[in-house]
């Protein structure tokens, strides 16, 4: 089911903390609201699922308008970021409790939370209570609870960030799979752009109210529509730098580098950088020293220090070679790289 | 475990001590009157120096003619802190949800008004709750009396039951919301299972409450109708015709049993009360 | 703000019209005594019909002879009331800090007894109360009352600062202790002023309790000398020759000024009890 | 400072959590103490600083031995995982609360205060509460509190359990920083494996009670000691699939690969490979089905389902054109490949 949000507007009190904004999701689609704390990411969920009241706008599921329709209403499902499973109630008694609430024959609960436990793998743990689950098994009956009566949107509150690393891995790829198999309409909120971007079609990054960009993960990692966008996207995170844009793009301390030709005009820029575009691969043209390098298993992240004292950082396969102190003289993927205007927008 | 690891300067031995030193006074009384119900004291001594059973025979005559039984009193004193806790558990419930989930605009000045109210002195509203009760018909009634006492223990009630609301994640409501059920439905299936605990502790401690008090009946029901046993005992004692220590000792080891039996009974139960956890 | 939004479907206005009602009878009932105290009331009639003084007059003359003065009682009821409620605060400070970090045998015990000693019919023991404290030579005096009240609320004292120790980290104690300060330091320097919001409002509410306590001085401190208002209003009551309701009601206005005052001045103070927060 | 733990030994009641351990830190290194949680991570620490009583073995710290010395007493400070900052004191009252208990004197307390907080960078910070830090700036004015005596050993408790995924990034490097220029002997406990490999030294690995491995981070990733290793080491984790070693390694469904020289014997084995050695740049000869592709930024990680069923994981860099449900036929790096026998042990 499509998803339309058109001028919403959100106030608390005096303080207008979205306003006018505009998204569209498609049927089946997985879109990522992303965005640091405070940009008005779970306003929206909020607003969506029918907790907030909207100031302004209107919401529509499909064809319908449910602008004003209660919550209960609302063929709408959130999964809370601490799972908000009812602790006295069995993991099966959880499930159907929405079946319960619309009064479906026994036989017909039995058979949907039976259904819906089988695909999200908790057959056998039906019985419990969730204090004798794991936070990943909470995480699957959270997700069982708000799959059973099959809402036309199912929105996800952060639905990783109680999970430990590992675990994190898994049920990412998990969602991911049930979102696929049962072709729902996915919001998922979250502050995390790997999992923005692993998890979902598209994704809206936002600042204060408003989307900076919506785009698929891809393009928005290679294609940053300003310098906010990609500093948050890529771990480790892209290094800025100060330059001139002349014949060469110039840097203090004597290091420059070719100017591509798709970078037009002149005068002082922002040099965006990703650890991966930087290293021996590709060249000369940066010299500095080492300054740090943090092992990570199959690659090292290094701190370069330039000539010119701007801090850069490189990420190279394990068995580089390199130490702390090692002078390096190394060059850049030019057609990678990303220039920005001095009050951050993209050239 | 760590915990009493981590306390490495403080011995426990000596903790034990001290609490038990700072409790014994309360256990010497108790035994005292142990003691003196079933023995027959000197005249001024302390000690007791002969075993009597004369002092229960309140359980199978009547004390003093003008008086009811002590079978009378004892319903009279159950009915009493039964309804009574009843009455603050029903309306506690409600309130404190509201008061805990809902910031509406006088809340902290209900919250506080709350604490003061629990430590108003009785005494001097005793006038005109006198006036209102014979307004109202309810003068010298265990109707009334029960009011009153239920009034008064509320702000306690409301205060406890926040504290356990307080613990519910807001989410929880919001979950069942979303699975379509009403208001109502979410407060009584998905909240009140979890505040069980408190409710049960706040159930046995207004009972308790009821069932010690003595000012109230003392002064709004004086007469022999709703008589219970904190005012009987107080007429046993007050009467010069039958002014009686051992009786009126064997009277409150009867009158006190069972709040024993109820701690023993319910001793986890009461321990839910701290911290106000979901534990059960 | 995201709280009030959450809940649509209980209106706020609904919720304060229902705990207004709650609280109306308490209302009410204050109010009559405020403009009885200043009235003179038609003999028999709910209402009063005029305006009248002669309530106040304890203020500057003897109401009767054989008793002391007002402002004797006042001092009495503020000295029992403050003592009680510092001594309650010193033994709670140290007792609950013991049982919020110590995992000794006897901890559920203990705890469990505690609530169970504060709904204990106090009546039950007063007999035992009474001779012990003629045995130590305290009867009759305002010392032997003050620690009897003393040691029945310290069993709420050690509740309410358990609560406020709970929520200071463990954490926060062994950073201590790993900075080389001493156990007591540790407890004085970084714990006790994390737990002094609690602290604040157990003094206070320590202090309206024994400001508000009648059943105590009545039986223990019957005398003259160790009068306290809620006494001293019984006395005026109860007297044949002196039975005023008038005087009554203006006395209890007097006595109960200081609940309001120090309600009004301290509430916020007082809302800390609640979640036994650290937020100050 | 060394430290030098002796057949240390621990018991709760009747459990023995750890029995007979020994760890030997040298002076100015940094080493992990890694481990799910139980593994007995947070007891060694704890005894290390003397919160817990070893009931067997010694501690010395160089040449003093402080088995039975309280915690006051030592020369070890720990960073706990939510800080235990004081909260009604301000940040530079904080920081000078150590050198207060021994009674500095006042110029001396605001000279080291000063200095301290020059090298973890919250010099600006100084007046403010702690309530009114952010999660960085709190953890660095619990590592300021924790140096400003300048301890013979500094724990450190889990110390970016609590801050999210950029912040993690940044005091990670921060506390290394601040460890290699004091030169102070530093034990990081901790559940993540990435952390230990970034910041420190050395790692130890732990697995009920027992060190599995102790070793640098790159030996313990190429080289892992046994099966638990391998898979507690590497994110995205490595593949276990179940092989059979004779003239070449046999999968099921038909897929083998060439045996390399150093593995002996033969018979049923368990394959450790990590995604980041399989991939069509190694050759041919696993062939299966990509089941998932997750857009990481720079990278994707895709599922592959082999013919014989079995799931793997791979890295690619991203752009390699590969789409769900493609058939793949990729190869191995056959120096990397890691087996293990049935029991787990490495061959």
């Keep these: 089911m499509e998803l339309i949000l058109s001028k919403f507007t959100k106030r608390f009190g005096a303080t207008t903390v979205i306003s006018e904004m505009d998204l569209h999701v498609g049927a089946g689609e997985m879109l990522a609201l992303l965005g640091p704390s405070g940009c008005g990411k779970s306003t929206t969920l909020f607003a969506i699922c029918g907790i907030h009241r909207m100031d302004g706008g209107s919401l529509h599921f499909g064809d319908r308008d449910v602008t004003t329709l209660p919550a ?11 799972y908000a499973l009812y602790p006295h109630m069995s993991v099966s008694d959880n499930i159907a409790f929405p079946l319960r609430v619309k009064r479906h024959d026994r036989a017909t609960i039995t058979r949907k939370v039976g259904a819906i436990a089988e695909l999200v793998h908790i057959g056998e743990l039906l019985d419990r209570k969730p204090a004798q689950l794991s936070g990943g098994q909470q995480q699957r009956v959270a997700l069982a609870r708000a799959m059973v009566r099959e809402p036309d949107v199912l929105l996800l509150d952060e639905p990783l960030a109680n999970l430990d690393a590992k675990l994190r891995l898994e049920m990412r790829t998990e969602i991911r799979r049930v979102q696929r198999e049962t072709g729902i309409t996915a919001i998922l909120v979250t502050h995390d752009q790997v999992e923005a971007m692993s998890m979902c079609d598209r994704i809206a990054l936002m600042r204060a109210g408003q989307i900076e960009q919506l785009a698929t993960p891809v393009q928005m990692y290679e294609n ?116 920005f205007s001095t009050d951050g927008e993209r050239i | 475990m760590s915990r009493t690891a981590a306390v490495p300067g403080l011995r426990i031995w000596h903790l034990v001590a001290v609490l038990s030193a700072m409790s014994a006074p309360l256990v010497i009384m108790y035994a005292f009157q142990i003691i003196d119900s079933v023995a027959s004291p000197a005249p001024g001594a302390l000690w007791p120096t002969g075993f009597d059973l004369n002092n229960w025979r309140f359980l199978w005559e009547s004390v003093d003619s003008g008086r009811p039984g002590i079978w009378q009193v004892t319903f009279n004193t159950f009915v009493f802190a039964s309804v009574t806790s009843l009455s603050v558990c029903a309306f506690s419930l409600t309130a404190a949800y509201a008061l805990s989930r809902l910031n509406f605009p006088a809340r902290r000045f209900f919250l506080a008004g709350l604490i003061v109210l629990h430590a108003f002195p009785t005494i001097t509203l005793i006038i005109a709750i006198f006036i209102i009760l014979q307004y109202l018909g309810l003068y010298d009634t265990l109707a009334g009396v029960i009011l009153v006492k239920a009034a008064l223990e509320l702000p306690f009630g409301i205060w406890i039951m926040k504290g356990f609301y307080d613990t519910v994640p807001w989410e929880i409501e919001m979950a069942g919301v979303q699975d379509g059920a009403s208001r109502f439905r979410v407060w009584w299936s998905l909240v009140l299972p979890q505040v069980q605990p408190g409710l049960a502790a706040l159930l046995i401690i207004s009972f308790l409450s009821g069932w010690s008090e003595f000012v109230l009946p003392l002064v709004l029901a004086p007469g022999a109708g709703a008589q219970v046993l904190a005012t009987y005992m107080n007429a046993v004692i007050a009467s010069e015709t039958t002014q009686d220590f051992g009786l009126f000792k064997a009277i409150g080891m009867f009158y006190t049993r069972p709040v024993i039996v109820i701690y023993l009974i319910f001793q986890k139960r009461l321990m839910n009360i701290y911290g106000g956890g979901t534990k059960g």
């Excluded at chain 1, 209960?72 to 601490?82: L, T, Y």
């Design chain 1, 224 to 339: 940053p529509a300003n310098q906010f966008v990609a500093g948050f996207m890529g771990n480790p995170p892209i290094s800025f730098l100060p330059a001139h844009l002349g014949e060469r793009i110039t840097l203090s301390g004597g290091n420059s580098l070719p100017r591509p030709d798709r970078l037009a005009g002149q005068g002082p820029i922002t040099l965006g950088l990703r650890p991966e575009h930087l290293g021996p691969q590709f060249g000369q043209g940066l010299r500095g020293t080492i300054t740090f390098v943090e092992p990570q298993g199959r690659e090292d992240l290094i701190d370069v220090r330039l000539t010119g004292g701007e801090a850069l950082r490189a990420i190279l396969p394990s068995g580089h070679g390199h130490a702390i102190g090692d002078s390096v003289d190394w060059g850049v993927r030019g057609d990678r790289l990303l220039a």
């Design chain 1, 72 to 82: 209960q209403r609302r063929s709408v499902k959130v999964v809370f970021q601490n």
